[in-house]
């Protein structure tokens, strides 16, 4: 078997990220990137990739920059047997040597080695989870990831929404939060009111602001302590991704100010290396790979080996459609232990309608697909109606 073709598009929603101050549920990205590999033996494989989808198509097709390191992803494919995933792997990694090592180039590499594994799973009539060696479990708990509401009252709102809908557990993040410590306390605290003590609850506090005039977000460590604390008061499970990416001492210093609470990190990340330096140097208590852009499912088992080694938690990021869920889903089957699965309800139809069978939950859970492969099929209506490049 070998590989014909390496196809990068663009899907346009065709609506932008919305008003922060916006107390409705979130329309999400604006434009999808996917990426289809094609054999000679009418075998495919898809993947999505979180990245800038017009920049990471360039990286699939550009021309020859004449030398390796400055090559395309379709010149390091062409003519490859897609089973020697390792291989491939570290030959998109030294075509793009000198360009894509991290950012969007190690985005593409991500995408596309998703892309590999779905290919694998479908030719040996396998879920990638079976490739990967394990599948701990047939199903994982779901988590509603969402923005959070400008107000209490609206918090409150969108709460009894996720519970009617049937989630055991919240994420709020983002939009208005970060800016206003007590503001911040007060949303989390309507939320947790309205959840009642049983249901898990979430932050994801976002490292910068969905704004173009302001997009900084400068919040003082001993800020953070503070807020921290507040949190710990509210049974919050998790507060994630709210310091710079780069700023691994600063997770340390707040994760050393924890009793209950856990520090989580890692969806801008990519690679083993900086997973150890979060793990070791910050301290962190859950490991976010985002297996479109930390290196796809050949690196994210290496980072879940290496959670497991440190007993700390391993919580993929999968905040795209469901490609990126099922393959989230083959990892969780895979780890010892599992805590949750990130569940994308933007409301954009595209996001969750691109798959068939869709991936949907059942009384809080998300079941493991069971097909070959990712074990989803793109509906390529789908991708023909919202493809604009």
């Avoid at 994982?140 to 929404?161: E, G, I, N």
């Avoid at 088992?301 to 700390?312: P, V």
Wanted: aromatic share 8%.
């Amino acid at each position: 078997m070998r590989i014909i073709d390496v196809e990068a598009m663009v899907l346009d929603t065709g609506k932008n990220y919305p008003d922060p101050q916006a107390a409705g549920e979130a329309h999400g990205v604006r434009f999808i990137s996917l990426v289809k590999v094609t054999t000679d033996e009418g075998i495919t494989g898809w993947s999505d990739i979180e990245t800038q989808p017009h920049v990471g198509k360039l990286i699939v097709d550009v021309p020859s920059g004449g030398a390796i390191g400055f090559e395309s992803l379709r010149q390091a494919l062409i003519g490859d047997d897609p089973l020697e995933r390792e291989r491939l792997w570290q030959k998109m990694y030294r075509y793009l040597g000198y360009y894509g090592r991290q950012g969007a180039g190690m985005q593409m590499i991500s995408g596309i080695d998703i892309a590999l594994w779905d290919i694998a799973g479908k030719a040996f009539g396998q879920p990638v989870c079976k490739l990967l060696g394990a599948k701990y479990r047939d199903r994982v708990k779901a988590y509603a990831s969402t923005l959070f509401r400008p107000t209490p009252s609206a918090m409150k709102t969108a709460v009894a929404d996720y519970l009617a809908r049937g989630f055991h557990a919240i994420k709020f993040g983002w939009g208005v939060f970060g800016d206003d410590l007590d503001l911040d306390v007060a949303l989390v605290k309507a939320a947790r009111e309205e959840a009642g003590p049983d249901i898990t609850l979430m932050v994801d506090g976002g490292w910068y602001r969905n704004d173009y005039v302001v997009p900084y977000k400068p919040r003082p460590l001993k800020d953070w302590v503070r807020l921290v604390r507040r949190l710990e008061e509210l049974d919050v499970f998790w507060l994630e991704d709210f310091l710079h990416p780069e700023n691994i001492e600063g997770y340390a210093q707040v994760a050393a100010q924890t009793k209950t609470l856990r520090i989580a990190a890692g969806e801008q990340l990519a690679g083993v290396r900086e997973f150890e330096r979060l793990a070791d140097g910050g301290h962190v208590d859950v490991l976010q790979p985002d297996l479109s852009r930390c290196g796809g499912l050949t690196i994210g088992r290496q980072i879940a080996d290496m959670a497991l080694r440190r007993q700390i938690d391993c919580v993929p990021h999968a905040w795209l459609t469901d490609l990126l869920k099922a393959a989230s889903l083959h990892l969780n089957a895979y780890l010892m232990t599992s805590q949750y699965l990130e569940f994308n309800v933007s409301s954009a139809s595209l996001l969750n309608n691109l798959c068939r069978p869709k991936i949907e939950m059942e009384d809080g859970y998300i079941p493991i697909p069971d097909g070959p492969g990712l074990g989803v099929e793109v509906d390529e209506e789908m991708v023909a109606r919202y493809r604009v490049e």
